[in-house]
């Protein structure tokens, strides 16, 4: 994705400034068309520095999925009471504790008034809007839908939101089980190695390479943990760099669709969002090509991304999605399977729904066992490296002990 900043000028002939995120120069103008706008001139922001772009990933805030759930329940409640929207909005903007929802309503209410469109205000914040969200409202609001389509958003937010807490919880426990080992390995190196260093210096004994790599590491811990502090925050820095790059994030989503323990985990997290996704585009009337542009941008798997843009291509040209689904390798068996029998019955919709709640349980159990499987190994590999930590400076000490006896 990339920035485009742009000037435009509306039906009434007032010049308007922004800023808008797409793939191309082509679709951003496009959409600026479809927005009722006449572009004067268009082009891409410059990406910045690289501490530009560290300081924006780590301090640039988002929208929380939880946030965007109590949002979209809020106003399709005050719809259903027969309020306007620009009211509900302003209601919305007072009343939220959050204050990236509480900007987004200002911000959504302001190109109202403007004379906008609650789809088109949308469109224009492709950085705090999801996909789906913006293509069900624009929808919604031409069919006259827009507080049951809210409702259902902020169902599906929930169960994201909920889904994605499931995943962070079976992976807290290992990862603070790593972090305290790592931190006592850190001790040892730090404060007891110089300890046994000293003895070993005044025994003046031989010294094994085991024995000799450990005293190495320590004396570095003592008298370089700053560079070793720099160098870790730098390491990190460029990692987040990469991963948030398309090449980085593409190696991280193919590696965890092929890493042992958390394939199953990961695979059952994205047919959910697959299938919650799709069914909630559907019955809202958005057609199956566009549907499946949509949940592309919305899966937040790349493997699974070309392989729906591939499943896209097929659809165009006449094949069925069953038929697509199942030349492809990443789509699980049952939810092909689940897909024909709707696609057969004409209750795609409600099927991909159900299939989506499946999944949804398979994710509990999953990571609910995760930290069971996880946690035996991560100690064994921790104990067998202090253990050649502690073996190898106590060993010269045997032996010098050993030959004076």
Avoid: H
Avoid at 14 to 42: P, Y
Avoid at 124 to 145: C, H, K, N, W, Y
Avoid at 291 to 310: D, H, P, S
């Amino acid at each position: 994705m990339a920035f485009f900043l742009y000037k435009a000028r509306d039906k009434e002939g007032n010049l308007i400034e922004g800023k808008i995120e797409t793939d191309l120069l082509i679709d951003a103008v496009r959409k600026l068309q479809q927005s009722g706008l006449f572009v004067i001139d268009i082009k891409q922001q410059k990406q910045g520095t690289i501490v530009e772009k560290m300081l924006g990933i780590l301090f640039s805030p988002r929208v929380k999925l939880k946030d965007l759930a109590i949002f979209c329940r809020q106003l399709s409640f005050m719809l259903e009471a027969g309020l306007s929207l620009e009211y509900a909005l302003q209601v919305n903007m007072y009343n939220q504790t959050s204050l990236s929802v509480k900007k987004l309503s200002q911000i959504l209410l302001k190109e109202l008034r403007e004379g906008r469109s609650f789809g088109d205000a949308c469109a224009q914040l492709s950085r705090e809007i999801p996909p789906i969200m913006r293509d069900l409202v624009f929808t919604a609001e031409v069919g006259g839908f827009l507080d049951s389509v809210l409702a259902r958003l902020a169902e599906y937010f929930e169960k994201e939101t909920e889904s994605r807490e499931k995943v962070k919880t079976a992976l807290v426990y290992p990862a603070l089980v790593m972090v305290i080992a790592l931190l006592a390995l850190c001790v040892i190196f730090t404060f007891v190695v110089p300890v046994f260093a000293g003895i070993l210096e005044d025994l003046n004994a031989p010294l094994p390479m085991g024995t000799k790599i450990v005293l190495k590491i320590s004396l570095i811990f003592n008298r370089y943990w700053y560079l070793l502090l720099l160098g870790l925050f730098f390491l990190a820095s460029i990692l987040i760099l990469y991963l948030r790059s398309f090449q980085g994030k593409k190696r991280l989503d193919e590696l965890l669709l092929k890493l042992p323990f958390l394939k199953e985990l990961n695979q059952k997290v994205i047919a959910s969002r697959f299938c919650r996704t799709l069914a909630n585009l559907l019955q809202s009337g958005v057609p199956l090509y566009e549907a499946l542009k949509v949940v592309e941008l919305t899966i937040g798997n790349l493997a699974w991304q070309g392989e729906i843009e591939k499943t896209r291509e097929n659809i165009k040209n006449g094949k069925s999605l069953t038929e697509s689904f199942r030349k492809n390798s990443v789509f699980p068996p049952m939810m092909v399977q689940m897909i024909a029998v709707g696609e057969q019955s004409g209750t795609i919709d409600s099927l991909l729904l159900k299939v989506g709640s499946y999944y949804d349980n398979e994710v509990v159990e999953t990571a609910e066992r995760l930290p069971k499987l996880i946690e035996p190994i991560i100690l064994v590999l921790l104990g067998i490296i202090v253990g050649l930590v502690v073996l190898g400076v106590l060993i010269p000490m045997f032996s010098v002990i050993g030959g004076i006896n």
